[in-house]
């Protein structure tokens, strides 16, 4: 198994109150990425990195920062966290991006957020 | 943009065929496939690419059609251990954003 180690793996918050998920892996894999999943959506991108410091927005970035200061650590921050932020959150890595052939992405077993 | 999939379920008999597509209404540089069991984390099946070049599982077979903009997952033979859903993840732009898919669930019964 890939090297990928989401933490907590299970929160329960409260609506305003900042909130943030950290995805660590020993792989050494330049690409790092933030997704939800919510019934009937599948999964949706939040944010991703293509290295130390270099990030990018998803589809659903809205309410959401990250910060990757080392390879092997990518986090993501609800600032102010909201009802409709309730979901399942995955982490994934990959060695190079998604239109290279040997491109396999790993996910982590994901973090159950709940804002109350 | 997110590509769309059907069917949304299907229930089989171990032993039967499946077919899960996937259209997307921009051009394609890449499509993957991932298969999720209930409670577990996501797990690489396919990838295709524009071109005909494919990397994948050795009883799960997929075609791409550049043109219908169009990826199915063929699942032959199938048996109790794929049942789970299934997600295509689509690249529009040969860049780092995979787009999913609102996923397929796949039920097979003895």
């Known amino acids: 198994d890939a090297g990928i180690t989401q933490s907590p793996r299970h929160k329960v918050t409260e609506t305003g109150t900042p909130v943030t998920l950290r995805c660590h892996q020993t792989?050494?894999?330049?690409?790092m990425y933030w997704y939800r999943q919510d019934p009937g959506h599948g999964l949706r991108l939040i944010h991703y990195?293509?290295?130390?410091?270099?990030?990018d927005k998803g589809e659903v970035s809205d309410g959401y920062s990250v910060s990757r200061s080392k390879t092997e650590d990518f986090l993501l921050t609800l600032e102010s966290a909201t009802s409709s932020q309730t979901s399942v959150y995955f982490c994934?890595?990959?060695?190079?991006?998604?239109?290279?052939?040997?491109?396999?992405?790993?996910f982590g077993q994901g973090t159950r957020l709940t804002v109350v | 943009q997110q590509p769309v999939q059907s069917p949304q379920a299907v229930i089989l008999r171990e032993g039967e065929d499946a077919v899960i597509n996937c259209s997307s209404s921009?051009?394609?540089?890449?499509v993957h496939w991932y298969r999720q069991k209930h409670g577990e984390a996501p797990v690489f099946l396919m990838i295709?690419?524009?071109?005909?070049e494919q990397k994948g599982h050795d009883k799960i077979s997929a075609s791409f059609n550049e043109k219908k903009q169009q990826s199915s997952l063929y699942l032959t033979a199938s048996q109790l251990s794929y049942s789970g859903t299934y997600f295509c993840?689509?690249?529009?732009?040969?860049?780092?954003?995979?787009?999913f898919g609102q996923g397929t669930r796949l039920t097979i019964n003895p």
């Open positions: 295709l690419l524009k071109g005909g």
């Open positions: 792989e050494n894999h330049r690409y």
């Open positions: 993840g689509t690249d529009n732009q040969g860049a780092q954003k995979l787009v």
């Open positions: 921009k051009a394609l540089y890449s």
């Open positions: 990195s293509y290295g130390v410091k270099d990030t």
């Open positions: 994934a890595i990959s060695e190079s991006g998604w239109a290279v052939m040997n491109t396999e992405a790993f």
